[in-house]
């Protein structure tokens, strides 16, 4: 059993949904994932990317990126093992030390969690210019591919780790 991390989650949607947006993501390949969320959520709409695509105005990439980093952060905010985790991160900051993984894992969350998911990113993607079913059909594919991400039951055969999950069907908006 292995586990999933938020760029592999985001590059998995957006290279089934938004095909035009791979260079964000290759872009952001070698920057840590707190600092793509810091990227991300210091830009205004409609403002482009600051790492060299000018001309690219990502819309899906941002969107699903923040929306499933925050909810896996809260995930693992709330779990009983964030005390250690916060206390590990204090301990980095004092010390000075990078953490040896900076990849954001993505903790299996609940039915609620996954409507918080559901909700932010149809709102998200609509505030940045989505059409309102284009949005809904962006937020069903986020949620499925985190159903997808959870990590299997011993001997059970279900669920997938890792792997590139999502729909067959290119359901992009006008294909």
Not at 114 to 127: P, Y
Request: glycine content about 10%; overall charge negative; hydrophobic content about 40%.
């Amino acid at each position: 059993m292995g586990t999933t991390v938020v760029r592999v989650v985001v590059g998995d949607v957006v290279t089934g949904y938004a095909p035009e947006e791979v260079p964000v993501l290759a872009a952001l390949a070698h920057v840590d994932d707190a600092e793509v969320v810091r990227i991300l959520r210091g830009r205004r709409k409609g403002e482009p990317l600051g790492f060299g695509f000018a001309e690219v105005a990502a819309v899906v990439t941002p969107v699903v990126w923040l929306a499933v980093d925050e909810a896996c952060r809260s995930a693992v905010q709330s779990s009983v093992g964030s005390a250690y985790a916060r206390l590990a991160g204090v301990t980095r900051r004092l010390l000075r030390r990078p953490s040896a993984e900076s990849a954001t894992e993505v903790p299996e969350l609940s039915r609620d969690q996954l409507d918080v998911v559901h909700r932010r990113v149809t709102e998200d993607a609509r505030t940045a210019g989505l059409a309102a079913e284009d949005a809904e059909r962006l937020a069903d594919r986020v949620v499925a591919r985190l159903i997808l991400a959870r990590p299997t039951s011993e001997g059970t055969g279900t669920g997938r780790d890792g792997d590139g999950g999502g729909t067959t069907s290119d359901d992009r908006p006008g294909a």
